[in-house]
């Protein structure tokens, strides 16, 4: 039962993430005045997998790449529709968001295997 809970928990500490860290990033980009897309699909695709990886009871690595896939699915969903005339037509954003989180994945299970032997 502390294992569902636990889980439980994770789950809506990474919804929550998501949802701050994409708005902060949005304000912070449109601050610096720079495109707000790839900036935020970075930022939030970093901080869920890391919140996944860090919230996790067990199986960490395993929940940080099932949220490294959920994300990159809704990732391709939010791409293909914005209200926004500016976007350009490209699939930069989309990219630099499969990077950021597969570069924290990577940087999750490194630090998992250096201090889980």
């Known amino acids: ?8 928990f994770s ?29 935020i699909g970075s930022v939030a695709a970093s901080l869920v997998v890391l919140s996944g990886y860090i919230t996790a009871p067990s199986h960490k690595t395993k929940v940080a790449t099932a949220w490294l896939i959920v ?9 293909s529709t914005s209200p926004y005339p500016e976007d350009k037509p490209t699939l930069f954003p989309l990219y630099a968001t499969y990077a950021s989180g597969f570069i924290t994945l990577l940087i999750c299970i490194i630090w ?3 201090h889980n032997q």
């Not at 994300?71 to 791409?79: D, N, R």
Request: charged share 10%.
């Open 1 to 8: 039962m502390n294992q569902i809970r636990g889980f439980a």
């Open 11 to 39: 789950f809506v500490i990474v919804i929550i993430t998501f949802v701050v860290s994409a708005i902060a990033a949005g304000i912070l980009a449109d601050f610096m005045g720079v495109w707000k897309k790839p900036i």
């Open 71 to 79: 994300g990159a699915i809704a990732a391709l969903i939010l791409s």
């Open 112 to 114: 998992h295997k250096k």
